[in-house]
């Protein structure tokens, strides 16, 4: 048998594989506009991609359909975010069990 056994898991290994999808995701931030977002679901809240480009407009030369854009790309790419698709506009929101590994990988980046 490998020297994994079924049934067996690894303590964190879930946290260290999301710490390394933000430290890649970050790697490709040439503007500072990903950090930013990410810092914005860290502060706390649930946001709709109106309410982050609103936030995110006057620091930085984006457009709507970029913000929306980006934010789906986190959720899909990065796992951290949920979404409630029940209303008008989509609402995103920081999963609880990431903020730790989230606030880590940003202090430390």
Known sequence: ????QKG???PNSGDTEVKERLKN?????????????????LSGGSFTTHEI??????????NYRG??????SMNTKLGILSVDVSKKHNIYLLKDCHKEQLKSVLENY
């Open 25 to 41: 995701y970050l790697k490709k931030d040439g503007t500072g506009l990903r950090k930013a977002t990410l810092n914005l679901f």
């Open 67 to 72: 913000i929306s854009a980006m934010v789906g």
């Open 53 to 62: 480009f609103s936030r995110l407009d006057s620091e930085y030369e984006v």
């Open 8 to 10: 067996l898991l690894i």
């Open 1 to 4: 048998m490998s020297g994994l």
